[in-house]
C-alpha cells in the first residue's frame, strides 16, 4: 500500500480582515489617484493584494452608486467618474460584530 501524501493546508492569508466597506474605500482611494485611468479587477487586485472577486463586487458597487465607470466592457475596467460621493456604507446585515 502507497503511503497517502498529506493534503496540503490553504495557504493563511497575510492581509487583515477589512471591515464591511473598507474595500470599496481602497478601491475608490486608487481609482482617484489615478485620474484619466481605468484599470482591470485583476490590476486592481494585484495592486490592493485582495482577491479579484471582491474587487468585482466592489466595483460593480461603486458603479451602481456613481462613484466610478465601467469603461469597458470586456475586459471589464474601471475608472473613477469625476463626482466625488462618498463611499456607500456597507449594508446592515454585513455589519460585524466586535
Known amino acids: 500500500m502507497t503511503p497517502r501524501r498529506p493534503r496540503p493546508r490553504p495557504r493563511a492569508s497575510t492581509q487583515p480582515v477589512l471591515a464591511p466597506g473598507q474595500l470599496r474605500a481602497l478601491v475608490l482611494d486608487h481609482l482617484r ?5 481605468d484599470f482591470t479587477p485583476a490590476e486592481l487586485a494585484n495592486v490592493l493584494h485582495r482577491s ?8 460593480r458597487t461603486l458603479t451602481r452608486t456613481g462613484a466610478a465607470v465601467q469603461t469597458h466592457p470586456t475586459p471589464m475596467r474601471f475608472a473613477a467618474t469625476g463626482r466625488h460621493p462618498a463611499v456607500p456604507p ?9
Open 52 to 59: 479579484r472577486g471582491a474587487i468585482i463586487n466592489a466595483c
Open 33 to 37: 489617484a489615478h485620474p484619466g485611468l
Open 90 to 98: 456597507a449594508p446592515p446585515d454585513a455589519a460585524v460584530d466586535t
